[in-house]
Nanobody, 126 residues
Framework: QVQLVESGGGLVQAGGSLRLSCAAS????????MGWFRQAAGKERDFVAG????????YYSESAKGRFTISRDNAKNTVFLQMNSLKPEDTAVYYC???????????????????WGQGTQVTVSS
């Protein structure tokens, strides 16, 4: 069974940090762009960060730039999202996604991803 499983979410105070992990199983994703998206209650799902298959290119939303860092370990088939200086507006369910291949500069486009995890809740208190 091919799946993505996120972990690392939780409750944190504003200014704190969390590190999300996304473990892929069932097939190798070393040649696929991977991304993180989030969806706050009552809002649409938004792009947060993306990373090319090699890790050499990363992409961030304006709200994530300077605070979040996406990385990957292809040997472990895992993607990470380090989130620092968290704000209450970062509260959302965070989803990991795998693209259909190396989608390069289209990493921020949700429909270019064909496999999604179940999500992990991140709650930032003020």
């Amino acid at each position: 069974q091919v799946q993505l499983v996120e972990s690392g979410g939780g409750l944190v105070q504003a200014g704190g940090s969390l590190r999300l992990s996304c473990a892929a199983s069932g097939r190798r994703f070393s040649r696929h762009t991977m991304g993180w998206f989030r969806q706050a209650a009552g809002k649409e799902r938004d792009f947060v960060a993306g990373i090319s298959w090699s890790g050499g290119r990363t992409y961030y939303s304006e709200s994530a730039k300077g605070r979040f860092t996406i990385s990957r370990d292809n040997a472990k088939n895992t993607v990470f999202l380090q989130m620092n200086s968290l704000k209450p507006e970062d509260t959302a369910v965070y989803y990991c996604a795998a693209s259909q291949g190396d989608i390069a500069g289209q990493a921020m486009i949700g429909r270019r991803y064909d496999l999604w995890g179940q999500g992990t809740q991140v709650t930032v208190s003020s």
